[in-house]
């Protein structure tokens, strides 16, 4: 077992609402065995509001800011161990060279950003996000990371996005 704990990295074009709340999420569910950060390509430079709620109201007590990934890259950054991108747009972006080559993975959800609609619609987007990621979480949370070698992990880790997709249809 780890004698510290799991650093996992969140990654999304403007770190304003899916990667922090992934953040926040992993922080207050991985009760001292994970260290969430989230970071983003083009930084928006602010949280979304919503994105910033949902997570006071689960309990997260940090704040929250919008940061670039160079933050990770550098050599006296935090060493991660697991990096993920939840947005598809991420995914596809040329990322930094990780110090430590951490086990990566992609959990799409979408952009609760991008909602059309009323205030509530927009809500409702967050908070669909919100129980996405949440989904996705509790099944990295239920994973035997112990147990499983670097390959084992990726795989389980990828298996993660598409299986919780198919529960949410």
């Known amino acids: 077992m780890s004698t510290r704990p799991y650093n ?7 770190n ?5 709340m992934a953040e926040a999420l992993l922080n207050v569910l991985g009760k001292g065995r994970f260290r969430a950060f989230s970071a983003g390509s083009f930084p928006s430079g602010q949280v979304q509001p919503i994105a910033a709620e949902l997570a006071q109201a689960f309990g997260y007590a940090e704040p929250l800011r919008s940061k670039s990934w160079d933050e990770f890259a550098r050599a ?7 990096v993920i991108t939840v947005c598809d747009n991420a995914a596809g972006e040329l990322c930094p060279v990780w110090p430590g080559q951490p086990v990566t993975a992609h959990w799409g959800v979408p952009d609760p ?3 059309d609609g009323s205030g509530e619609d927009r809500r ?3 908070q669909s996000a919100w129980m996405m990621l949440r989904r996705r979480i509790d099944l990295l949370l239920a994973l035997p990371l112990d147990k499983l070698d670097r390959v ?7 298996a993660i996005g598409p299986q919780a997709a198919a529960d949410e249809s």
């Open 152 to 158: 084992a992990l990726q795989q389980q880790l990828r």
């Open 16 to 20: 304003s609402a899916r990667s922090v």
């Open 113 to 115: 950003v991008a909602a």
């Open 8 to 14: 996992v990295l969140f990654l999304c074009t403007g």
């Open 124 to 126: 409702r987007a967050f």
């Open 76 to 82: 006296d950054s935090p060493a991660i161990d697991i």
